[in-house]
DNA sequence: AAAGTGATCATG
DNA sequence: ATGATCACTTTG
């Protein structure tokens, strides 16, 4: 049984949905042609108290997405070179999101929006009515490990060492 | 190990 | 206006 994911899953929170979304069908509709690839790493991204989140400064043009309801598609530029692909999730008002680093065999965030001719502007794409870009659930079941995200020097102590990244087994 | 790359954000 | 920063990848 192939669901597409709604609403009722994208207002849960990060720290939830995170490992939720482990496992799920990444799907892009490139001219007709549709891939799916299995998600295989994400990282929580969780409030302005979270000092590795980019709205821990507080709300920018850039960052004021993340403040939306979940279901959105958060995508911005790292390093000048890389897309990053992320699902904004929770309520309204709260800021959150899952970053989606990997999927089918793309090892590498920057990898996996290159494949999937993913760029900015996906910014803003509604993953529950897109044709383009949307997540599905086949029942797929697995184990995931945490550990701690990767590349948030800048982050104080406390939120460098919890363990808001999630792989499959 | 290090560089390349450009949007973003905080200064002036 | 300018400059520092950065959730990465590739190359040697």
Request: proline content about 2%; charged content about 25%.
């Amino acid at each position: 049984m192939i669901k597409r994911l709604t609403s009722d899953f994208y207002n849960q929170s990060a720290l939830i949905l995170a490992p939720k979304v482990l496992g799920k069908l990444l799907c892009r509709d490139i001219d007709g042609k549709i891939d799916k690839y299995r998600i295989t790493e994400t990282e929580a991204y969780y409030g302005e108290e979270d000092t590795a989140c980019h709205a821990s400064k507080g709300k920018t043009q850039r960052t004021k997405i993340l403040y939306q309801k979940g279901g959105l598609a958060y995508v911005y530029l790292c390093y000048g070179i890389h897309s990053l692909l992320n699902v904004v999730t929770g309520k309204q008002d709260h800021p959150e999101c899952v970053l989606i680093r990997g999927a089918g065999n793309f090892n590498g965030p920057g990898k996996l929006t290159k494949a999937l001719q993913i760029d900015r502007a996906f910014n803003y794409e509604n993953l529950i009515m897109s044709k383009k870009l949307w997540l599905e659930d086949d029942g797929f079941s697995y184990e995931y490990q945490t550990t701690p995200r990767v590349g948030i020097d800048y982050a104080t102590e406390e939120y460098k060492n919890i363990h808001w990244r999630f792989q499959l087994k």
